[in-house]
């Protein structure tokens, strides 16, 4: 038998068509502090190039309010708080300029407008895969956040400030906000250990989906304190952005795309892949 094995094993080394296994890119560990450092290297980045990192968090922040507003003005108000929560889903995706934007000032050169609106390596099937897994997420959201409002009241909340008042003022309310937060947090969660690493990853690397996106969550799990702590920063930087009536996003967005590129380089350096 332990013939056998050993010639089964040798046919399989002069076999090509034997599958290899699969290698995957060593992860380092992070201290607590260390996204804290990643926000303060996104803003001397910002300052290499300010104009082009404004005119792309302009856009972003015009996209987000002409969206919002469009609903208000729609009678679909209620539905500005479900798209909010699903900007942080989608955002790493919109992202990708910043991302190219950060390998370009790696590298000392600085970074155009157009090369970060037209992404060379972003055009790439795999990029589509894990936008598309983003998309089905958001989706997801979505209709969980439906479920959630469809069990917590059967009145129509026709403007926001009714449904923050149902929100904040009644048992149902509180309770369906309690729900909406722990739903919405667990799914945001999963995105974001799908997608922090493998977005930048597959915008720098030729690898595929499936490397980036365990690659990514190896990342998370392996440093779960301080990406907790980087997760919560998003969100704060994001929310306080989107309270000034998505002017903040103009500077927020881009210093948070920025971060995320030193978060990507930190976690896997570049010397750390496997040949």
């Not at 190219?100 to 050169?109: D, L």
């Not at 969100?235 to 967005?253: E, K, R, S």
Request: glycine fraction near 8%.
């Amino acid at each position: 038998m332990t013939e056998i094995n050993n010639s089964d094993r040798a046919s399989q080394r002069s076999n090509p068509n034997t599958p290899t296994p699969l290698k995957l890119p060593d992860v380092i560990t992070i201290k607590a502090t260390t996204p804290f450092g990643w926000i303060a290297g996104a803003w001397a980045d910002f300052q290499k190039a300010p104009l082009p990192c404004l005119t792309y968090g302009i856009l972003m922040a015009f996209v987000s309010a002409s969206i919002s507003i469009s609903l208000l003005f729609s009678g679909y108000s209620d539905w500005i708080m479900v798209l909010i929560g699903g900007f942080f889903l989608i955002a790493p995706m919109l992202a990708m300029g910043l991302y190219e934007a950060g390998r370009q000032i790696e590298a000392g050169r600085k970074p155009s407008f157009t090369q970060m609106i037209f992404v060379k390596g972003a055009f790439r099937q795999d990029l589509a895969y894990l936008g598309l897994a983003l998309l089905l997420l958001y989706f997801f959201w979505g209709r969980m956040a439906q479920l959630v409002y469809a069990l917590s009241t059967y009145r129509k909340h026709d403007n926001v400030m009714q449904f923050l008042d149902f929100m904040l003022t009644t048992p149902e309310g509180q309770k369906m906000a309690i729900a909406g937060t722990l739903v919405g947090g667990a799914i945001a969660f999963i995105a974001f250990a799908l997608v922090v690493i493998s977005a930048p990853m597959l915008l720098d690397r030729k690898t595929d989906v499936f490397i980036a996106t365990i690659t990514s969550v190896r990342a998370v799990t392996k440093n779960l304190f301080p990406m907790l702590i980087w997760a919560m920063l998003i969100t704060a930087l994001t929310i306080l952005g989107i309270l000034t009536g998505f002017i903040g996003l103009i500077i927020v967005f881009p210093l948070i795309g920025l971060a995320s590129w030193r978060a990507y380089r930190e976690l896997v350096p570049t010397g750390h892949f496997p040949e």
